[in-house]
T-cell receptor
């Protein structure tokens, strides 16, 4: 079993839909990261969180430490949100990231 | 700041050749990470440095891989000799870690796409 599991692996949505991507982990962490990678592109850090909820524009990330679970939500999705979303966790000292396999999101207009 | 700068962006080489990938981290960051991304294995940490010192190289596949960080503004990842299975995108990332428990946001470079024929 991988230390970081994401679901779904693939997601196709219609423009305007509310999207949720889930991440579960099995190890103790100091923080959880959500990353975005566009096709052929670099990796951008969207959020780093260790408790509660963070919001940036149409993106919302939540984490439940007791349940070892995090969700990334996208409200009013747009085709430009199409990308791979990767969940990663930092160990206690935050120096190593363990990655999930990623969720491929396609938003159709 | 120009962000984390990697070079080359693309490299095509023949099996057996030496490959050197370069990274300039964000000024002021004290931690530097080399990651590899393949379709089969996703993103994997190869090695990370803290204050220019290699802390964990357990992700380095084998002796053909080596990494150095001679100063706070430059790091190299070298593969010698290269093999077709080394074909991947190699990302460098940097961060500032204050020491002790905790984490901080990583800034990734654009990646170096390596193809070994």
């Amino acid at each position: 079993k991988n230390e970081v599991e994401q679901s779904p692996q693939n997601l196709t949505a219609q423009e305007g839909e509310f999207i949720t991507i889930n991440c579960s982990y099995s190890v103790g962490i100091s923080a959880l990261h959500w990353l975005q990678q566009h096709p052929g592109g670099g990796i951008v850090s969207l959020f780093m969180l260790s408790s509660g909820k963070k919001k940036h524009g149409r993106l919302i990330a939540t984490i439940n430490i007791q349940e070892k679970h995090s969700s990334l939500h996208i409200t009013a999705s747009h085709p430009r949100d199409s990308a791979v979303y990767i969940c990663a966790v930092s160990g206690r000292y935050g120096n190593k990231l363990v990655f999930g396999a990623g969720t491929i999101l396609r938003v159709k207009s | 700041d120009a962000g984390v700068i990697q070079s080359p962006r693309h490299e095509v080489t023949e099996m057996g050749q030496e490959v050197t990938l370069r990274c300039k981290p964000i000024s002021g960051h004290n931690s530097l990470f080399w990651y590899r991304q393949t379709m089969m294995r996703g993103l994997e940490l190869l090695i990370y440095f803290n204050n220019n010192v290699p802390i964990d190289d357990s992700g380095m596949p084998e002796d053909r891989f080596s990494a150095k960080m001679p100063n706070a503004s430059f790091s190299t990842l070298k593969i010698q000799p290269s093999e077709p299975r080394d074909s991947a995108v190699y990302f460098c990332a940097s961060s500032f870690l204050a020491g002790g428990p905790g984490a901080n946001v990583l800034t990734f470079g654009a990646g170096s796409r390596l193809t070994v024929l």
